[in-house]
């Protein structure tokens, strides 16, 4: 008998002991107004200490060859996580061929790069690192590397409960992506939270968005249809876009749908970065664009008159969500305890 | 009082299961490396059964002789090349006998700067008269997450180092580097063209079929042999790849028609030595 309460004793210890040593390492994902729940895989459900590791690859230059170049070199935060380049340079000032894109509400895209090649989040990750005009660092290199780091191989144990690895280092950095979420703009505020912020100018280039086509294209909470069009910005295209991946000339041309969220703040524009500005996307849209096969018939002119392009273009700017690119917990000195 | 019941069945019942398990031993295979090697018999019956190991070698050549990486070899447009990197995957080799299929390896992959062996793998013993495999990735592993893999996985990551497409998730099938001798002054180095051939995708997954007669043995290795031969990986009955004019293919679009013939040759090339 006396056996028997010993047992449930020692049991009722080890229980209460625990409880006291396990942190909370849980991660609360904001979800703004208006937005559905993110879908996020079994394997990398967020944690504090996932974030963190993400977090912290997502700044460390050493993931590039000579050190000099991280994610966050093209991904700037200020620049609603793109940059102000047409083509940003990587290690050597090496230049690729596309435009930085935002990383804004990235854990809602469903499908990666603007050819649409990648599947995951966590897929994408390898490519900037060995991807010679950015990082250029064959990924087994970069596990090495990093793998050798003692710091890093704590943060691994503690958040994926294994030493740091290929697997480690793309489910991080995507932990960290995931938290990117932006929902707290004047657009947010209007349409989504009912306050009454906007301006007539505004009003009306919310309207004009919504009668003209764009929201055909740019729907939803996040401004995109996750899918590709061919917006006739050339007659002839010197990158082919979705082609590239599919070898199907029905996909010439065509790019993903970018969001429009803090557009205002990652100029220049399109795949290329050949417009300078939200005047000039205005400008090319109004113009009905160039002819091509490929063309979404969304596209026509559509004769704006002069107030009607500052309307659409003061709308556009609506959706910079300057909390979004102020919040200190994204940045590198901010720690989830 | 009913402590001492319970007390009673419980020692009760451990007598009995003891007594059953003596009464009627179970016989079985008792070697635990063997195939059907059971855990709860407890006499040897003399049913072990073990399997037999293949090695499939690929020594790949050029004019008839081992291909070093240190050596150059004359090209059929007159021009010198040298090999870096021969490196291919193969998935699915079943070893047939008339038509009925036994699995041999899953996944493997070749390379040359490390070995000449494709895999080694245990198969279930018999006579056998087709070896056979498919020469790339399937589609549903093609697009799985490498990172996923052990690192010693020949899809993990970290073996596939070299042989994965980061911007279209998915594998190069067969890659072929070297340079070839572009200014003409009969060495190659640094100055000379680098050639690269990175075939994938996935239409352009194809089946290797080879007629052999294997007898493969319990517990005895059988070793096959395949040729590589790489004048045949850049030409067919009608077309040499001119590698002036096509130094990489990356499978890239516009690239489709050389693509699919080096995929063709590549196949093609591989036989049986």
Same mark, same amino acid.
């Given at each position: 008998?006396?056996?028997?309460?010993?047992?449930?004793?020692?049991?009722?210890?080890?229980?209460?002991?625990?409880?006291?040593?396990?942190?909370?390492?849980?991660?609360?994902?904001?979800?703004?107004?208006?937005?559905?729940?993110?879908?996020?895989?079994?394997?990398?459900?967020?944690?504090?200490?996932?974030?963190?590791?993400?977090?912290?690859?997502?700044?460390?230059?050493?993931?590039?060859?000579?050190?000099?170049?991280?994610?966050?070199?093209?991904?700037?935060?200020?620049?609603?996580?793109?940059?102000?380049?047409?083509?940003?340079?990587?290690?050597?000032?090496?230049?690729?061929?596309?435009?930085?894109?935002?990383?804004? @509400? *990235? $854990?809602?895209? =469903? +499908?990666?790069?603007?050819? &649409?090649?990648?599947?995951?989040?966590? /897929?994408?990750?390898?490519?900037?690192?060995?991807?010679?005009?950015?990082?250029?660092?064959?990924?087994?290199?970069?596990?090495?590397?990093?793998?050798?780091?003692?710091?890093?191989?704590?943060?691994?144990?503690?958040?994926?409960?294994?030493?740091?690895?290929?697997?480690?280092?793309?489910?991080?950095?995507?932990?960290?992506?995931?938290?990117?979420?932006?929902?707290?703009?004047?657009?947010?505020?209007?349409?989504?939270?009912?306050?009454?912020?906007?301006?007539?100018?505004?009003?009306?280039?919310?309207?004009?968005?919504?009668?003209?086509?764009?929201?055909?294209?740019?729907?939803?909470?996040?401004?995109?249809?996750?899918?590709?069009? @061919? *917006? $006739?910005?050339? =007659? +002839?295209?010197?990158?082919? &876009?979705?082609?590239?991946?599919?070898? /199907?000339?029905?996909?010439?041309?065509?790019?993903?749908?970018?969001?429009?969220?803090?557009?205002?703040?990652?100029?220049?524009?399109?795949?290329?970065?050949?417009?300078?500005?939200?005047?000039?996307?205005?400008?090319?849209?109004?113009?009905?664009?160039?002819?091509?096969?490929?063309?979404?018939?969304?596209?026509?002119?559509?004769?704006?008159?002069?107030?009607?392009?500052?309307?659409?273009?003061?709308?556009?700017?609506?959706?910079?969500?300057?909390?979004?690119?102020?919040?200190?917990?994204?940045?590198?000195?901010?720690?989830?305890? | 009082?009913?402590?001492?019941?319970?007390?009673?069945?419980?020692?009760?019942?451990?007598?009995?299961?003891?007594?059953?398990?003596?009464?009627?031993?179970?016989?079985?295979?008792?070697?635990?490396?063997?195939?059907?090697?059971?855990?709860?018999?407890?006499?040897?019956?003399?049913?072990?059964?073990?399997?037999?190991?293949?090695?499939?070698?690929?020594?790949?050549?050029?004019?008839?002789?081992?291909?070093?990486?240190?050596?150059?070899?004359?090209?059929?447009?007159?021009?010198?090349?040298?090999?870096?990197?021969?490196?291919?995957?193969?998935?699915?080799?079943?070893?047939?006998?008339?038509?009925?299929?036994?699995?041999?390896?899953?996944?493997?992959?070749?390379?040359?700067?490390?070995?000449?062996?494709?895999?080694?793998?245990?198969?279930?013993?018999?006579?056998?008269?087709?070896?056979?495999?498919?020469?790339?990735?399937?589609?549903?592993?093609?697009?799985?997450?490498?990172?996923?893999?052990?690192?010693?996985?020949?899809?993990?990551?970290?073996?596939?180092?070299?042989?994965?497409?980061?911007?279209?998730?998915?594998?190069?099938?067969?890659?072929?580097?070297?340079?070839?001798?572009?200014?003409?002054?009969?060495?190659?180095?640094?100055?000379?063209?680098?050639?690269?051939?990175?075939?994938?995708?996935?239409?352009?997954?194809?089946?290797?079929?080879?007629?052999?007669?294997?007898?493969?043995?319990?517990?005895?290795?059988?070793?096959?042999?395949?040729?590589?031969?790489?004048?045949?990986?850049?030409?067919?009955?009608?077309?040499?790849?001119?590698?002036?004019?096509?130094?990489?293919?990356?499978?890239?679009?516009?690239?489709?028609?050389?693509?699919?013939?080096?995929?063709?040759?590549?196949?093609?090339?591989?036989?049986?030595?």
């Amino acid at each position: 008998m006396n056996k028997h309460i010993w047992i449930i004793a020692s049991f009722v210890f080890l229980f209460s002991c625990n409880k006291e040593e396990v942190k909370d390492d849980s991660f609360v994902l904001e979800q703004p107004e208006g937005f559905p729940a993110m879908q996020i895989p079994s394997d990398n459900q967020l944690t504090k200490s996932r974030v963190n590791l993400g977090k912290k690859l997502f700044f460390d230059k050493r993931l590039s060859e000579d050190s000099t170049v991280s994610c966050a070199s093209c991904h700037l935060q200020p620049m609603g996580f793109a940059d102000n380049f047409q083509i940003s340079p990587g290690v050597h000032g090496n230049l690729g061929f596309r435009n930085t894109p935002t990383l804004t @509400n *990235i $854990g809602y895209a =469903e +499908i990666f790069f603007m050819d &649409g090649g990648v599947p995951t989040l966590e /897929l994408q990750v390898l490519n900037p690192i060995e991807n010679p005009d950015e990082m250029n660092m064959p990924v087994p290199q970069a596990i090495e590397r990093m793998a050798a780091i003692p710091e890093y191989q704590q943060m691994a144990l503690e958040a994926y409960d294994r030493p740091f690895d290929a697997f480690v280092l793309t489910r991080a950095i995507a932990a960290y992506e995931r938290t990117l979420v932006s929902g707290n703009s004047k657009f947010d505020q209007e349409v989504y939270q009912g306050k009454n912020v906007f301006s007539q100018s505004e009003q009306n280039g919310y309207q004009l968005f919504l009668d003209k086509g764009c929201a055909d294209c740019h729907s939803g909470f996040n401004f995109t249809d996750n899918d590709f069009h @061919n *917006i $006739g910005l050339y =007659e +002839i295209y010197t990158d082919i &876009g979705r082609k590239r991946v599919t070898i /199907l000339d029905s996909d010439e041309g065509k790019f993903k749908t970018p969001t429009l969220r803090n557009v205002e703040l990652t100029a220049p524009y399109m795949h290329d970065g050949s417009l300078a500005s939200l005047e000039e996307v205005v400008d090319f849209l109004n113009t009905g664009g160039e002819t091509h096969v490929n063309k979404s018939s969304l596209i026509q002119p559509l004769n704006l008159t002069v107030s009607e392009k500052a309307d659409l273009v003061a709308f556009l700017k609506t959706l910079t969500d300057w909390d979004f690119v102020n919040n200190e917990k994204h940045g590198i000195y901010y720690t989830y305890e | 009082m009913k402590k001492q019941a319970f007390k009673l069945l419980f020692f009760g019942s451990i007598v009995t299961l003891a007594l059953a398990q003596y009464s009627c031993k179970k016989e079985g295979c008792l070697d635990s490396t063997a195939n059907n090697y059971n855990w709860d018999a407890e006499k040897d019956n003399g049913s072990c059964s073990y399997d037999a190991t293949l090695v499939v070698e690929v020594n790949p050549k050029f004019n008839g002789v081992d291909i070093s990486f240190d050596s150059t070899y004359m090209y059929a447009q007159g021009y010198l090349i040298q090999f870096s990197t021969i490196r291919f995957y193969t998935t699915y080799a079943k070893v047939g006998n008339g038509g009925t299929y036994t699995n041999a390896n899953s996944v493997a992959q070749f390379n040359y700067a490390n070995s000449n062996v494709l895999f080694s793998d245990l198969v279930t013993p018999g006579s056998y008269d087709e070896l056979t495999f498919d020469i790339g990735v399937d589609s549903v592993r093609n697009h799985a997450d490498p990172s996923t893999y052990d690192s010693d996985h020949p899809l993990s990551t970290m073996s596939s180092g070299g042989m994965y497409w980061t911007w279209n998730s998915g594998y190069r099938f067969v890659v072929i580097e070297g340079r070839f001798d572009s200014n003409g002054d009969q060495v190659i180095d640094m100055n000379d063209t680098p050639f690269a051939y990175h075939l994938g995708l996935d239409p352009y997954l194809r089946t290797n079929t080879a007629s052999v007669s294997m007898n493969l043995v319990e517990e005895m290795t059988t070793v096959v042999s395949y040729e590589l031969n790489m004048e045949r990986f850049f030409m067919n009955a009608t077309d040499t790849l001119d590698m002036v004019a096509n130094p990489t293919i990356h499978m890239n679009p516009g690239q489709e028609v050389i693509g699919e013939m080096l995929t063709d040759n590549f196949n093609a090339s591989l036989v049986l030595e």
